[in-house]
């Protein structure tokens, strides 16, 4: 969730810190720092905010220097203020960390290290590292050993960077269960938690895996386990170009990311879709073919937005392979023992590939022998690499820190996968082609939705002071409700509930009156005439009523007091239409309150902590 960046080499480090952060600023943001070493001496600088500030202060300092690291937080453990923000430092200030994770034996070790006199600063889990490294120092380690030494009495997860007065010429940094990647340029290393804080400076890579630790100096870097061993690791060269991750003319990062989509879904399915075998190809899922094709049962596992997606992949499954399909949240699968059985096969989504809950969950069920697949949308990500095979999105970073890309692109890798198995299941080779047909529609159907831009402006003008929403749908569009409520809490802190339309009857309908907006999703599907009835009863409570209907329905006008018209297509790709509009809502309705809809209060692009 904080961001980490450092550099050691020929250039001044500080630039290059404070871009990186400010590109990482999405993961975490409530406070950020930076630590460099200059002749001899460490200067810290840290501050409450943005990196904009730190940047302020930096220049103020007038701050250069050939060797540095910087983090921005998001507080887990202690409140955001500048004692907390990280670098952290051992007593004298010759030894700086930042550190990214949860440290879970920390008052063990705060209670321990505290005995032999040490004062500690910040009410940080983090600060306790460099007091510990810095207890192997004083015995005679040098750096390097003296972080694998303590890395060995932490529990808990860490991406961490020190730098030390002693040896100012390298950084050593290491991973557990927080991602951490070294870039590689010339006459100069850089070390972040995420690729988007390099790209504009190397495209040569290389990840570190947990329990492996690193020494970084401007002309090479070697790297072991923390247990000691020699490891050898590959330099992988990125694609991914420094125009992606920039905000291209948009007022926002969500902004740019919904009107991206009609791209990026075409970015997910392309080259993926043979219309000659109405059928997908997959690469990543080539060598575990034949047994997903005969799994008995699959699992989809997930968190947030990426979970709704594994909802409607559920919907899609059942309806096409007939395999029985579960959706669990990754933090309950991971700590519920879950039955697994030979003939399994576990999906994970993840946008960010980082999030915690979702790896962990995906390795206990590897250690219990279910076939693992990952559905990620950063290549190169711990969830990627982790899996048994998988499907890139190919959706483009993803910046703001509402997932909307993102889910219109698991979606459509959740369909093409669909086609694939059903087409070696069931499926004739005709409707596999009406399905290709239906499927490579949607980037023009997705850009006629974005086309209503400013209409649904004008809708979220009227609902921006509303303080309830409720969200409807079947079916399908079920999980479409439900992530129409999340975008909209999460970006414009109104509290809103997404439910399936019959559920309203079942009690949230006693919330239902003049002042309750409720939204349905209501395209003509097989559904229609059921959510015609729901709409009557919200009606009859004088409920205020958006529909997302479908653009030749004419009779939902007399119904309710809005419509977002859209195309048509097949039920299974409808939630790749629906969900449009709603992300468009959600958007505008934040930014009529004046909210910061990259940057929502309390939340972290990816969760890399539980
Ligand atoms: C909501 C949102 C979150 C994420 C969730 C999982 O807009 O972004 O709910 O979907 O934290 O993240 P990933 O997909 O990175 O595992």
């Known amino acids: 969730m904080c961001g980490i960046v450092g550099y050691v080499g020929d250039k001044n480090c500080v630039p290059i810190i404070i871009e990186g952060l400010k590109r990482l600023e999405y993961r975490g943001y409530d406070s950020a720092g930076i630590a460099v070493l200059n002749n001899g001496n460490s200067i810290i600088l840290k501050n409450k905010g943005k990196v904009s500030f730190l940047e302020k202060s930096v220049e103020q300092a007038g701050l250069s220097a050939h060797i540095g690291i910087g983090h921005t937080r998001w507080a887990t453990h202690g409140i955001p203020n500048e004692l907390n923000a990280h670098p952290h430092c051992n007593t004298d200030q010759s030894l700086m960390l930042i550190h990214n994770g949860i440290i879970e034996n920390y008052q063990v070790l705060k209670t321990m290290l505290k005995k032999s006199g040490i004062k500690f600063l910040s009410d940080t889990d983090s600060e306790v590292i460099p007091h510990l490294i810095d207890s192997f120092l004083k015995k005679g380690h040098d750096l390097f050993e003296a972080v694998r030494f303590a890395l060995n009495e932490v529990e808990g997860t860490y991406g961490i960077a020190v730098i030390y007065t002693k040896e100012p010429n390298k950084i050593v940094c290491a991973k557990k269960g927080s991602p951490l990647v070294i870039g590689i340029g010339e006459n100069g290393h850089y070390i972040a938690s995420d690729v988007n804080a390099l790209i504009a400076h190397t495209k040569q890579v290389v990840y570190l895996e947990d329990g492996e630790i690193a020494e970084i100096f401007a002309d090479r870097f070697s790297a072991k386990t923390i247990e000691d061993e020699d490891i050898q690791k590959e330099i992988i060269e990125l694609t991914m170009s420094l125009d992606e991750i920039d905000r291209g003319g948009y007022q926002t990062f969500m902004l740019k990311e919904i009107m991206e989509q009609p791209e990026s879904v075409r970015n997910s399915m392309r080259g993926r879709l043979i219309f000659e075998e109405g059928t997908a190809k997959l690469g990543g899922l080539e060598s575990v073919l034949d047994r997903l094709s005969h799994s008995k049962r699959i699992i989809i596992s997930a968190c947030g937005t990426s979970w709704h997606a594994g909802l409607v992949g559920e919907y899609m499954f059942e309806q096409f392979l007939r395999i029985p399909t579960e959706v669990e949240y990754a933090s309950e699968l991971r700590y519920r023992n879950p039955i697994i059985n030979e ?129 409807l749908g079947r079916g399908y569009n079920f999980p479409v409700a439900l992530e129409g ?126």
């Open 485 to 610: 409520a999340l975008k909209l809490k999460e970006i414009s802190y109104i509290h809103a509930e997404g439910y399936p339309a019959a559920e309203m009857k079942h009690g949230p309908i006693a919330l239902v009156d003049e002042n309750m907006p409720v939204v349905f999703i209501a395209p003509k599907d097989s559904t229609y005439d059921k959510i015609i009835s729901n709409i009557e009863e919200i009606k009859a409570r004088k409920g205020r009523i958006i529909a997302i209907a479908s653009e030749h329905d004419t009779e939902i006008d007399k119904l309710v007091d809005f419509t977002i018209k859209i195309p048509d297509t097949i039920r299974m790709l409808m939630p790749i239409l629906t969900v449009v509009p709603l992300q468009l809502l959600a958007y505008h309705i934040a930014m009529k309150k004046g909210l910061n809809v990259d940057q929502p209060r309390n939340l972290a692009k990816s969760v890399t902590v539980e």
């Open 343 to 471: 003939g399994d096969t576990i999906f994970f989504i993840s946008q960010s590939g980082e999030t915690a809950d979702t790896l962990a969950a995906m390795k206990e069920a590897k250690r219990k022998g279910a076939l693992c697949l990952a559905i990620c949308n950063v290549v190169g990500s711990s969830i990627a690499r982790e899996s048994d095979g998988g499907v890139y999105i190919h959706a483009g970073p993803e910046i703001g820190v509402a997932s909307t890309k993102a889910f219109t692109g698991q979606l459509t890798v959740l369909a093409l996968i669909t086609i694939l198995l059903a087409r070696r299941k069931d499926m004739s080779l005709a409707d596999g082609k009406a399905l290709y047909n239906e499927f490579i529609q949607i980037p023009e159907k997705i850009q006629k939705i974005l086309s209503l831009n400013e209409k649904i402006e004008t809708i979220a003008e009227e609902f921006k002071d509303s303080k309830n929403f409720l969200y």
